[in-house]
């Protein structure tokens, strides 16, 4: 059973458009909420987080909205770049007990391409 | 800081045959783990360990297995390669309970299994 569910799997955006990349979650037990980047032969790296008691983060010209009564989150990319052309995961952390705390359950990926 | 190290970046196998991917972190972390990534299926937990002697399954375990007798290093053993395991491995680490804030993850181990 997927626990984060992501969309859309691709996303073609012209430069200087806005991307939005969407996530959903069912476990309620979920305390933070961090979206990755990874580039082509990389590993994935921390681009923004937020926790559920707030609505909203940005950062620059990413965005996280929040809504935690529907369990969605977002990011938005103002002002897309080419550079930004990469794979964007979202993820929700376990706040259970013992060894489940801490644990990332991951979206299946957005692969984001910018046009110039 | 190295941050988390990954070897072999690159490994071929027969089916059959055993190795062990190399994960090593210089942060103290208490918290890590290993993923698999496979196109159009995100990052897939395969093992985790909270602590030195301390590991468990995640949701994809079968054909795995680790052990983690030091905070620094975190072994992902192949017993019996086979073509389902042909992916691309991450290794990543964290600080362990409340404060796993961040994963850092290694650059990848691209395995293919003939």
């Known amino acids: 059973q997927q626990q984060v569910k992501q969309s859309p799997q691709s996303l073609i955006v012209q430069k200087g458009g806005i991307s939005i990349i969407n996530c959903a979650y069912e476990?309620?037990?979920?305390?933070?909420f961090p979206w990755y980047q990874q580039f082509p032969g990389k590993g994935p790296a921390l681009l923004i987080a937020?926790?559920?008691?707030?609505s909203e983060k940005k950062e620059g010209r990413f965005t996280i909205s929040f809504n935690k009564s529907a369990k969605q989150f977002s990011l938005h990319i103002m002002d897309s770049q080419p550079g930004d052309s990469a794979t964007y995961f979202c993820?929700?952390?376990?706040?259970?007990?013992?060894?489940?705390?801490?644990?990332?359950?991951f979206g299946r990926g957005t692969q984001l391409t910018v046009w110039p | 800081n190295a941050g988390v190290t990954q070897t072999p970046k690159f490994q071929v196998l027969k089916t059959g045959q055993s190795m062990t991917l190399q994960c090593a972190q210089d942060?103290?972390?208490?918290?890590m783990s290993w993923y698999r990534q496979d196109p159009g299926m995100g990052l897939r937990l395969i093992h985790y360990?909270?602590?030195?002697?301390?590991?468990d399954q995640g949701e994809v375990p079968n054909g795995y297995n680790v052990s983690r007798s030091t905070t620094e290093d975190f072994p992902l053993r192949l017993l019996s390669a086979a073509p389902s395991q042909t992916s691309v491995y991450f290794c990543?680490?964290?600080?362990?309970?409340?404060?796993?804030?961040?994963?850092?993850f290694g650059p990848g181990t691209r395995l293919t299994v003939l």
């Open positions: 990543a680490s964290s600080r362990s309970g409340r404060n796993t804030d961040t994963q850092y």
């Open positions: 476990n309620t037990a979920f305390d933070y």
């Open positions: 937020i926790r559920p008691d707030v």
């Open positions: 993820a929700a952390r376990a706040a259970g007990r013992g060894s489940t705390l801490g644990r990332l359950y």
């Open positions: 942060m103290n972390h208490e918290y």
């Open positions: 360990s909270v602590g030195a002697g301390i590991t």
